[in-house]
């Protein structure tokens, strides 16, 4: 798909959200200890959660860590990727939200940690966002974080905002395109991954 207005070189955007990822864990990271969370012994996994992801360069990005992958890991994933896709659409179905683990999850690691999507960094501590229309959003984190800050009087929380902004501006560039040109992007990882790279020109 040819795209209406200039884009910035791949490698260049790519760099820059990079840049932006590593933000996000610090901020992360800061508010974690800060809370004394961690990921340590947790009953739960965050990587069964049915979470949705909704833009282009986030999917290239992902794109490009599958390529790191040798031929068998890869195919491997898709394969994963693909039975997730179809068991997530039966219990859609059925009523039920999905708790499927994700194919990038091998022996309880994430085989793509470098390249993993903006939600998967964020989701856990409490957070909130700024939405144009004036509402706030609030999200109390998961449900360990939620046991350690049940009796604090002013829970800390992280503004996902100004980093929605800057990768809402990282999409602009990278798309090239005016609003509307493309498809909404609306989709889990594994639709992701079966969908193939995602229609956008080099």
Same mark, same amino acid.
């Given at each position: 798909?040819?795209?209406?207005?200039?884009?910035?070189?791949?490698?260049?955007?790519?760099?820059?959200?990079? #840049?932006?990822?590593?933000?996000? +864990?610090? +901020?992360? @990271? @800061?508010? &974690?200890?800060?809370?004394?969370?961690?990921?340590?012994?947790?009953?739960?996994?965050?990587? $069964?959660?049915?979470?949705?992801?909704?833009?282009?360069? #986030? *999917? &290239?990005?992902? *794109?490009?860590?599958?390529?790191? =992958?040798?031929? #068998? /890991?890869? /195919?491997?994933?898709?394969?994963? &990727?693909?039975?997730?896709?179809?068991?997530?659409?039966?219990?859609?179905?059925?009523?039920?939200?999905?708790?499927?683990?994700? %194919?990038?999850?091998?022996?309880?690691?994430?085989?793509?940690?470098?390249?993993?999507?903006?939600?998967?960094?964020?989701?856990?501590?409490?957070?909130?966002?700024?939405?144009?229309?004036? +509402?706030?959003?609030?999200?109390?984190?998961?449900?360990?974080?939620?046991?350690?800050?049940?009796?604090? %009087?002013?829970? %800390? $929380? =992280?503004?996902?905002?100004?980093?929605?902004?800057? !990768?809402?501006? !990282? +999409?602009?560039?990278?798309?090239?395109? /005016?609003?509307?040109?493309?498809?909404?992007?609306?989709?889990?990882?594994?639709?992701? =991954?079966?969908?193939?790279?995602?229609?956008?020109?080099?």
């Amino acid at each position: 798909m040819t795209c209406g207005s200039k884009k910035t070189p791949q490698n260049s955007i790519f760099r820059r959200l990079a #840049e932006l990822y590593a933000r996000m +864990e610090a +901020e992360y @990271d @800061d508010l &974690a200890s800060r809370l004394g969370l961690s990921c340590a012994k947790c009953s739960d996994n965050c990587c $069964v959660s049915y979470f949705q992801h909704h833009t282009y360069i #986030e *999917w &290239a990005y992902l *794109w490009r860590g599958i390529t790191t =992958l040798d031929a #068998e /890991q890869r /195919q491997a994933v898709l394969a994963r &990727a693909e039975d997730n896709v179809a068991r997530s659409r039966e219990l859609l179905a059925q009523g039920s939200r999905p708790r499927i683990m994700c %194919p990038l999850n091998q022996a309880g690691l994430c085989i793509l940690y470098d390249y993993r999507l903006m939600i998967c960094r964020l989701h856990g501590v409490p957070n909130q966002i700024h939405m144009p229309s004036g +509402e706030t959003k609030q999200f109390p984190g998961c449900h360990v974080c939620q046991e350690l800050t049940a009796n604090m %009087p002013r829970v %800390p $929380v =992280l503004d996902r905002t100004p980093l929605y902004i800057e !990768l809402a501006q !990282l +999409e602009r560039e990278f798309t090239g395109s /005016q609003p509307g040109r493309l498809p909404k992007v609306d989709m889990t990882l594994s639709e992701m =991954l079966v969908q193939g790279r995602p229609p956008i020109s080099e």
